[in-house]
């Protein structure tokens, strides 16, 4: 017997709330599971949560709770969500379960045993937000990135992994297993860095207390990352080892299709089949993200159904390439595809069949030229849509499927049944029609039924079944058969969406947006000498701790180092920034400001930042190899 089909998503970082991204990942993994599990397959879907490292830390700890109450709140957004949109995971494993504790600690134990895993000491630069040491080459792709302030300098020991001895039986493993990553231009993307050398990876920090602690040396942490992967491992039942298919983002394939692979080999186990790296959704040309204020959550798309969303996101993102999300987009998608497409042959041809045969489905007696292509259609359509799907390509799955709707739109108009039902001679043709149009959405009700798992059922009990569409499998099944049954009572398969009603209501229930930069600029200011200006002491300060001033929604209270000394500085950027992003930033500071209150609370200094008259401050940033206590002149 095969072993069951594994599927796994990225565990979420818990310093924020679901957004549609991860949502998207997460549905992509349930549509495969249930579509894996429609041809027959016994199937294992995992997603999780990743709970250790700095930034929950952080993140906790600026709102004066710790990590695991932090947790435990996202987690429960988590469940909630993952439960609202039907997804059919076995677990939702946390990093901070004791069992995958207790995995993690005894592959690292095992590893040093057989020297993959060594001590030594880590001098250079790391990247708070990607929890990363970063070499100077990456540092600068960062800083062309704008990512410069998240950066620091460390110098601590670390335990490392031998990922340097990996090198070359990874570009092995890579050249035998060519489906091993997907698509293929992300595939060039990770030979092309094996190949431009490996580096012993860091595999522990000192200066975090949350996390796994390193078996037998507690000072160290265990790096968040060694630590996340396993959880694919962890939570494995017996049996199902290696995953089939991990879905991820493609900001995360390295540490998949690389490390990942690396820590495998090193404990002898056999690897993933395939990565996936999907693309992202953006907003514009961004990336939604939380630091850039510009999610999109889910709840917000939510009232029209999950199999809304479900669909949408499968029809309109191409796996492996980055989408625009717009909420005219998906609106116009659901009324063309659902309320109209679809939604409209189900009712036209139920309601026929209904009217003229009373329910009962005909057995065609004879099949035109016209019928024929229509029936032969169907069994084309059918084995290609589900090819598709096996390469998770949903949107060209469903773009096949909707194109025979399309095609059978057509076929009414062509053969006009209320026409000919005016006749008894045109019974034939008439049985023909009708029966050619019910097996077409029979089909449709189970090709859909992994997108669109409630609505399918609807369709499927709608003609007539009193089985779940989900308990079917596709293989073998008839698809010119007879109805089991006559069709049960027709309703609207998606109600039509009135996009001015709801466009109107998510523009007045989004937060006000931030006022885009004008330029409203004033005109520049009188001329100072070079002495005047050069009484201002500029420094390069890094902002330590950051906390809101209670009942102000504009003052942030920060302590800030300036190499030689640490100050209190009060500034007015809350409506721009959360205290938490503000952590580890490098700023510049007017240091010789006389000190003034500010609710109560003395500011020694201000941080420099850009804005115009109207927008949100920007604060500056020097470069991530400038020093807290450098003079800026
Ligand atoms: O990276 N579009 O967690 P994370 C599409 N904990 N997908 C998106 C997206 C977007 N705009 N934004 C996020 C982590 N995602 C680590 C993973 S795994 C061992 C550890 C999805 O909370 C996408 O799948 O930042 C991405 O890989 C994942 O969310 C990152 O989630």
Redesign the pocket.
Known sequence: MSKPFYIT?????V??RP????T??TVLADVLARYHRMRGEQTYFLTGT?EHGQKVEKAAAARGITPKQLADEVVANYTDLWQRMGMTHFRLIRTTDEDHKAQVQHLFKRLLDKGDIYKATYKGLYSVSDEAYVTELQAKELQAQGLAHQLVELEEETYFFRLSAYQDRLLKHFEDHPEFVQPDFRFNEVKRFVEGGLQDLSISRTSITWGIPVPGDEKHVIY??FD??L??LSACPANTWPPDLQ??????LR??AVY?PAFLMAAGMFLPTTILA?????MGDD???KSKGNVVRPDTLLHFGNDALRFYFMRDMQVGYDRSFTYEGFIDRLNADLANGLGNLASRTLSMIQRYRAGVVPLPSVLDADDQELADQLLAVFPAYLEKARASDFNGALDLLWTYLRALDGYIVRAEPWKLAKDPANDPKLDAVLAILYRALRATALLVAPVMPGLAQDLWTALGHSTQVADSTFHGFALDGPAVGPIGEAKPLFQRIDKEKEMNEIEAAAAPEPVPPTLDVPAIRETVDADSFFKVDLRVGKILEAERVPKSDKLIKMKVDLGIEQRTIVGGIGKAYEPADLLDRLVVVVANLAPRKLMGIESHGMLLAASDNASKPYLIAPPADAQPGFLVK
């Open positions: 998503t990225p565990i979420y970082y310093n924020d957004h549609i991204g991860h998207y990942t990743d968040v990352w996340a992967l959880n694919y879905l991820v983002g493609k900001d995360i540490f998949h990942w999907h693309g992202w959704w953006l990336k939604m993200s």
